[in-house]
């Protein structure tokens, strides 16, 4: 028999923005319903046994620095430090080997990175170490904007505009990653290695709007690490469950969202592919890609605008990701002794990395020198494996709609899975099929059949660039986070500021959703 029920706030999807917002509120007295389709709450922060029983992978995010700047964990606003979430910190923070069998590899002491640069330009060691200093000036205005909803404080560029040197930001952010990194850095090799940071949200580098990646991305890691939660990028959404938890609230999995409840105008509620029905008596909160979204309530819900914004949303670059259990850790040859890194990467060249937005646009799968993230979490996390063995994930970033149809992933994805290998072996000859027990391959059409919101195969939303990103804003006629249907919130990746884990979306959906009930979140987490 269906269920009926009914709850203050019923929240589609239990990603992390969706668990953020939904902590907010049962911090402020609201009973929370949080659905999801998938058999583990986490979204793109979920960790499973992908391989064999006791080894964790993380299904898609790893790295967890943008979030390391939010009030959420910087001011501790919902206790999760109390509850068990704690983060480490690698050094290195990352290794970039090159088919000329030299490497970068970068500290979390800034002299040392500068002494790796300077191997191969003193000139780029020097550019990098101002590069850091002068992001650092106006990373507080970055992060304050992140962290504000749209409407409810100036633009960035009005941000920026206020402060010494402001234009020249704006310029910055305007431009492209490339534009920023050529005109900084002369060498080739540390141009490679910058660009292959400054991709690291999966956006093209001569992307106009992407300006502010050669610098925020490379400076965050440097300041932080490539920071992973212990245990598993899973731990951040299993506090958050504990908050929503202690607040009355319920998190349930295996509960697909199909249907928005319109009633005179109004979002009232959830129905879900089981035919249960869920009732919000103070909204609706989703999480449901935009481009989802549409199908769930009827066309003259929404108004033209949004339905423009939404039928022109592109999709961005698709990953393709292997999950390998191993013998023994991932191992690069070193002057030193080997190298054991947590993350690493193959950019190739400068070049070829910029190649990388040509073969998406052409649909053409290139196998030829593939640049490749790798992260072997338990180079550093003990506790992700049996005693001795190791996880390893190798992402490859490719196009969703390839020569015969995006399904036709399911005929070469070994393949691809195969030559990410062998390019990796390249650099880490010590990866041989002896050290390899099991491994689990995903590619973009998989990615998008195990989280419907992983459209197109990105776990980012799609194209984050300056147009589509001002899609759900004020511009278009209603405020961020707010949807044209009364009663109807959104958060996650297709809203400000984007995808990636900062779960700056969910904490200012809170905001927006507390305010509009009469509350505020500074009170609410004062209490």
């Given at each position: 028999m269906a269920l009926r029920e009914t709850f203050d706030v019923v929240v589609a999807g239990a990603g992390h923005n969706s668990l953020i917002a939904a902590a907010y509120l049962a911090r402020a007295g609201l009973r929370c319903l949080v659905l999801d389709a998938r058999p583990v709450v986490g979204g793109d922060t979920a960790t499973e046994e992908l391989t064999l029983p006791g080894f964790l992978h993380d299904s898609c995010s790893t790295a967890h620095n943008l979030i390391q700047t939010s009030p959420?964990?910087?001011?501790?606003?919902?206790?999760?430090?109390?509850?068990?979430?704690?983060?480490?910190?690698?050094d290195p923070v990352a290794h970039v080997p090159f088919p000329d069998g030299t490497s970068i590899t970068q500290w979390r002491d800034i002299d040392r990175t500068c002494d790796e640069l300077a191997r191969f330009s003193v000139r780029d060691a020097a550019a990098y170490r101002r590069l850091i200093d002068e992001y650092a000036a106006i990373a507080p205005v970055v992060g304050a904007y992140r962290y504000t909803p749209i409407g409810w404080g100036p633009s960035l560029g009005d941000a920026l505009l206020a402060r010494d040197g402001g234009a020249r930001w704006v310029r910055r952010a305007a431009g492209s990653a490339w534009e920023a990194i050529a005109a900084t850095f002369e060498e080739e090799h540390v141009r490679a290695?910058?660009?292959?940071?400054?991709?690291?949200?999966?956006?093209?580098?001569?992307?106009p709007g992407t300006g502010l990646n050669a610098y925020s991305l490379v400076f965050g890691r440097q300041r932080h690490s490539w920071v992973v939660p212990r245990g598993g990028s899973g731990a951040l959404p299993a506090a958050l469950a504990r908050v929503i938890e202690a607040g009355?609230?319920?998190?349930?999995?295996?509960?697909?969202?199909?249907g928005l409840c319109i009633e005179h105008g109004r979002c009232v509620g959830v129905e879900t592919e089981l035919g249960d029905r869920y009732d919000a008596t103070r909204a609706v909160l989703s999480t449901i890609h935009v481009k989802h979204l549409l199908e769930m309530a009827p066309a003259a819900s929404w108004d033209d605008g949004f339905r423009y914004a939404i039928d022109s949303w592109q999709p961005g670059i698709a990953m393709f990701v292997t999950h390998y259990a191993l013998r023994g850790p991932l191992e690069y040859p070193g002057d030193a002794g080997p190298v054991r890194p947590l993350a690493s990467g193959t950019p190739v060249s400068s070049l070829r990395m910029r190649d990388l937005e040509v073969d998406v646009r052409r649909g053409r799968v290139a196998l030829d020198d593939p640049p490749l993230l790798v992260l072997c979490p338990t180079a550093l996390d003990a506790s992700r494996a049996p005693a001795g063995a190791h996880t390893l994930k190798v992402v490859g970033f490719h196009p969703y709609d390839i020569e015969g149809g995006a399904r036709r992933w399911d005929e070469i994805a070994d393949e691809v899975s195969d030559a990410h290998l062998a390019h990796l072996r390249r650099y880490a000859p010590g990866l041989t099929d002896e050290t390899i027990l099991a491994r689990s391959v995903h590619s973009p059409i998989d990615l998008e059949r195990a989280n419907a919101h992983n459209w197109h195969g990105s776990c980012h939303g799609g194209d984050s660039g300056p147009a589509q990103s001002g899609a759900l804003r004020p511009a278009a006629g209603w405020a961020t986070h707010r949807m044209p249907i009364d009663g109807l919130y959104q958060t996650g990746s297709t809203t400000h500021p984007g995808g990636s884990?900062?779960?700056?979306?969910g904490r200012n959906a809170a905001m927006v959703m507390l305010a509009d009930f009469g509350l505020d979140l500074g009170e609410v987490v004062a209490r």
């Open positions: 959420t964990l910087r001011d501790d606003e919902l206790g999760l430090f109390e509850l068990g979430l704690e983060y480490l910190y690698p290695f910058m660009a292959w940071m400054a991709f690291m949200t999966i956006q093209p580098l001569e992307q009355g609230g319920q998190l349930r999995t295996g509960e697909r969202v199909t884990v900062s779960g700056a979306p």
